[in-house]
């Protein structure tokens, strides 16, 4: 009975070692950071190296707080620009607990830091955004020249087609000065704000309708800029190859008069040269032109009035009845040619 005793005061003895062993001693991972409670409070500095750990067992209390970088991802909110356009900016950072003690003090947990985060980066980035144009949200630098289509430029008879607002500070510094001002705020809680950027900023839906509006709109007033110069350069072009034409029928006209003027000049010298030859010559040519003549005037159906006394007459009187047997040739005019002129032979 007594050695029954004994054992179960042993048993009850080790049990009881066992949980005060396992309540006074910890480990700590290199991850990891501990702050000491002792009846809810704080004491001691934060354990931040890693390994076995001894406390005093069920009056302390360990509280594991995150050493790696932790991240923030923000609600994607609706805010305006200072030209009262309104854009959903998303936006994440990256924070890390530097001083858990602080930080234990303030928040104790980290559900309470994001709830912190929310508001301390959600005010500055709406602040931010309600400071300064789209365009310095929108555009990443400064350095960055927003360029113009050359389509555009050359439509454009106003200047002000895709003529964007010069930009002076640009987004890398807008995000530079929201996480400047949020640092120096949740330093007072023992957080250590590492980055901040914009995720994603889209258009409000009225405002991307709007947009596209806009948009439509400026190609319209390019496509009618372009339809109006080309119509005066088609009227240019025509205008141009009717005046080549003209210019072209003139020098040809020109041509064809100046031809028809040395052909008229040479003929007349042929005729000059050939009724200066003899009396008989002069006589035949006479005749043969008159012949051609009356052949262009009664040809066809047209009719001729001449008075007795005409030259062009002269010929048809002089044309009488042939005798039967007489041949039409005894009455035309023996025409002789003139006499070759003596050829004196060489010494």
């Known amino acids: 009975m007594k050695n029954s005793a004994t054992g179960c005061f042993a048993i009850i003895a080790i049990i009881v070692i066992i949980i005060v062993g396992k ?10 950071q501990v702050i000491i409670t002792q009846f809810g409070k704080p004491i001691g500095d934060p ?36 030209d009262k356009t309104y854009i959903v900016v998303d936006t994440y950072a990256r924070w890390q607990i530097v001083d858990s003690k602080e930080y234990f003090e303030r928040l104790r947990d ?3 830091a994001l709830s912190r985060l929310d508001d ?30 050359k389509d555009i430029a050359e439509a454009d008879l ?21 996480f400047e001002t949020s640092r120096l705020k949740l330093k007072e809680f023992g957080i250590e704000l590492l980055d901040v950027r914009f995720k994603r900023i889209n258009y409000n839906e ?37 005046k080549e034409l003209k210019t072209i029928e003139s020098e040809a006209y020109k041509e064809v008069e100046i031809k028809k003027g040395e052909a008229d000049a040479q003929a007349t010298d042929i005729y000059a040269k050939a009724f200066n030859v003899s009396e008989e ?34 010929y ?32």
């Open 120 to 149: 301390i980066l959600g005010s500055e980035t709406r602040n931010t955004i309600a400071k300064h144009e789209l365009i310095e949200v929108i555009r990443t630098t400064k350095e960055r020249t927003p360029t113009v289509e």
């Open 158 to 178: 106003t200047g002000s087609l895709g003529k964007l607002i010069p930009i002076r500070r640009g987004r890398s510094q807008l995000e530079k000065d929201i």
């Open 206 to 242: 009225s405002v991307s309708k709007q947009i596209y509006e806009r948009m439509i709109s400026e190609r319209q007033q390019i496509a009618e800029r372009f339809r109006s110069e080309g119509a005066g350069e088609a009227a240019k072009i025509l205008g141009d190859m009717e």
């Open 23 to 32: 309540s006074s001693i910890y480990t700590i991972d290199e991850t990891e």
């Open 316 to 347: 048809l009187k002089a044309v009488k009845p042939l005798a039967p047997g007489t041949s039409r040739s005894a009455v035309v005019p023996a025409i002789t040619a003139p006499a070759p002129a003596p050829v004196t032979p060489p010494r």
């Open 281 to 314: 010559s002069a006589d035949f040519y006479e005749f043969l032109r008159t012949m051609e003549l009356y052949e262009e005037m009664l040809s066809g159906e047209s009719t001729l009035v001449l008075t007795t006394d005409s030259d062009l007459f002269k």
């Open 110 to 112: 980290e559900r309470s």
């Open 47 to 82: 354990i931040i190296e890693p390994g076995l750990k001894f406390k005093t067992p069920f009056i302390q209390e360990v509280n594991r707080f995150e050493k790696r970088i932790l991240e923030w991802d923000g609600y994607a909110n609706e805010m305006p620009t200072k």
